[in-house]
Every structure is written in C-alpha cells, then in structure tokens.
C-alpha cells in the first residue's frame, strides 16, 4: 500500500480546483454527500466575506470510486468555482482577449511581493490566484475522505476555535461532549460567553475595516499507540503534523499540547505521571504531551493548536510600494474575510487527518478496508 498523498491544482478565480487523493485502500464506503458536508463547514463561520455568499461547494467525485465503494486507485476530485463566470476574461487560459488591468501593489503579509518577485511578474493577480486560502477547499475535499478512513478504524478528528483577536475560550474540551454545541456555533467555539465577546470584537474589526486572528485547536481520540517513530528526524509524527499545519494560509505558530506553556514550567510540573492498573494498563491522569512523546502516539487524545495571523486583506489598505512605479501607495484591496480561523480550524482538521492516516497505514496498512482490519 502506498502512502496517503495529494495533489491540488486551480486557480482562485479560475474554472475549478481539482485535487488528485493516492493511497487511499479499495472497499472504503463513500458517497459524495459526506465531502460535500465537509466542504460546508469550511464556507460557515461568523466573519467571513462575500465570496462565501457566491461560492456554495459541491465535490465532482471523477475517479476511484465506484458504486459507493473506492477502487483503490487515484480518487480524483473536481470543486467548481461559480465565480469563474465573472472572471473569464481576467483569468482566460488562452492568448488574446482584453487586457486585465494588472495589480501592482502587493499587501503586506501576503505572498503578493515575494511571489512577483520570485517569479518575474510584472502582475500580482498571477501570485494571488494561487496563493490565495481557496486552494484549501480542494484540501478538506480530499480529507473528507482520508477521515471516513480513520472513522472506519475509531479514530476521529475534531476542531475548534479558542481565541480570536486576545478574546480566548478556556473551557476544557473533552471529545466528543460538547462539540454538538461547536459544531451549531456561529465561530466553531464551546463557550457561549466568550463567543459573543468575539463576535463583537469581528463587528469592531469590520467597523474598523480591519480584521483579526487567532487559534484554532484540533483533538483526535482513538490513535493507537506507537504511530510515528523517533528513528529519523523526518519521521517524527510531531514534526510532520507540525509541517502539515504550517502549511494552512495565514498560520504562523503550532504547539503540541501544552507546548509553550511548559516551557515556563519545572520539568516536575511539565510531564505527564506514568500509572498502571488492571483494567486501564499503563495510563495517565494528565495530558499536557498532547498524545505524543518522542514523535510517537502515547494512547491519549492528540491535541494541536495553531496560531493564525490577522488577514492580510484590510478595508483601510495598509502602506505599500507598487512594485513598476516604485512609488508609496495603498495595497490592493480584494473580497475577503474579516476572520476565518473558524474554517482554518476546519482545515487543521484536514491536514491532521492526512499525518495521522498516513502514519496508520504505515504501521497497519492493506490494500483493502478488509486486511487493514486483519491486520488490526
């Protein structure tokens, strides 16, 4: 069996994203309604922006599925972007047509300047089409699927969010009680009090013509023990899912459990007590590894937690350069949102799903739903 990998490819504004899925073993049960829903939740979230109002995703399931079973072979999935009837001529494939006019004031904080000038382009809209946090719906698109294969061996992946802007939510979060309530909540949190308080600080922001971050957190219950390995430095499951959530748009800080926080703390303080008992075996009474010691799952819940900035995208644009007239000058100003850390968190679960799978095939793995459970 070989290993869970993907491939994305599309344009923002162009026709679709596209997303080829390898790995995944035959005789998963799937049906395109539980991609769609995943692709929904990603859209929801208090803050969001317009384009959510235009853009309602609905997967195009192309290959490696056949009557409601996967074949083993490539699952290639289609997102359309109903927005493309608008930008045909701006993002046409072909030569001719009108001109677009081109963007040249990059945005702080965004892959705007770097990308130009990585690249040579004398047009910005070329670094903003694909490095825009579109691309990740064809991300949760194929993880729908990667968590229906961990589901189908207990393991499951939540999200939430915890903080937005300095606003943070310090209820202890136990899966699955209480993520019925995270999942009805308009920002994906499980206090009520403290949501609201971030919700008027997102109305503030948009007032402002600003606009806010924060952090998500992603849970997994279920893992086995010994998932990941110390052996190699790039074999290590913290480092991989550490690697995964750094690459979400906008994330800039990952921790694993308690992760800085017991930075502050005596060793005494910071390590989780080993027990054992007849019916447990070897447990603990305390979680702050957050499921993994040495690169390797322990037994506990994983817990992660990522830090994301503000957007870069404001209402009031901040200063800049444009990059042909080299002269001072408002940064482009394009639809956007005015906080989606509740959808990063649903990409978070996304990229933690793809690790956690990736390694379980690894250490179980078949070519069939059927021998991955023999062999479990």
């Known amino acids: 069996m070989g290993k869970i990998r993907f491939l994305t490819a599309g344009e923002s504004h162009g026709p679709a994203l596209m997303v080829i899925l390898e790995g995944i073993p035959a005789g998963l049960p799937l049906v395109k309604a539980e991609i769609d829903r995943d692709l929904a939740r990603r859209q929801q979230g208090f803050g969001r922006g317009g384009r959510m109002v235009i853009e309602k995703d609905e997967v195009e399931i192309i290959s490696g599925l056949r009557r409601g079973l996967t074949l083993g072979t490539p699952v290639g999935l289609l997102v359309r972007n109903r927005d493309w009837e608008n ?19 990059p945005r702080p904080g965004h892959a705007d300047l770097s990308g130009a000038l990585k690249f040579g382009f004398q047009d910005i809209r070329n670094v903003i089409e694909r490095a825009s946090a579109r691309e990740t719906a064809a991300r949760v698109a194929a993880a729908a699927i990667v ?10 992946v939540y999200s939430r969010v915890v903080q937005v802007g300095a606003v943070c939510d310090h209820s202890e979060f136990h899966p699955p009680k209480g993520y019925e309530v995270i999942e009805n909540s308009r920002l994906r949190c499980l206090s009520a ?5 971030m919700v008027d600080l997102i109305n503030q922001a948009r007032e402002n013509g600003d606009t806010l971050g924060g952090i998500f957190e992603v849970k997994s219950t279920g893992l086995p023990v010994g998932l990941g390995t110390y052996t190699q430095w790039d074999l290590r499951l913290d480092g991989l899912l550490a690697q995964a959530l750094m690459s979400i748009p906008g994330v800039k800080g990952v921790e694993i459990g308690e992760g800085f926080r017991l ?32 690169g390797i799952t322990n037994g506990q819940s994983l817990i992660i937690r990522a830090a994301m900035k503000p957007i870069s995208t404001l209402g009031q644009p901040l200063t800049t350069v444009d990059i042909i007239s080299r002269k001072p000058a408002a940064a482009v ?44």
Do not use: Q
Not at 266 to 290: L, Q, V
């Open 263 to 294: 930075a502050s703390l005596f060793g005494s303080k910071a390590h989780d007590e080993i027990f054992h008992g007849p019916e447990k075996g070897f447990y603990r009474k305390t979680n702050r590894a957050g499921g993994l010691e040495a």
């Open 333 to 376: 100003k394009e639809r956007s949102d005015v906080c989606a850390v509740p959808a990063a968190g649903i990409v978070g679960e996304a990229m933690a799903a793809f690790v956690l799978a990736d390694a379980f095939l690894e250490k179980f793995g078949g070519d069939s739903i059927a021998e991955i459970k023999s062999r479990l």
């Open 87 to 105: 930008w045909k001529e701006v993002m046409a494939a072909e030569p001719g047509g009108p001109e677009a006019k081109p963007v040249t004031t």
């Open 147 to 156: 968590k229906k294969l961990l589901l189908t061996f207990g393991i499951d």
């Open 193 to 197: 009090t403290e949501e609201a308080k």
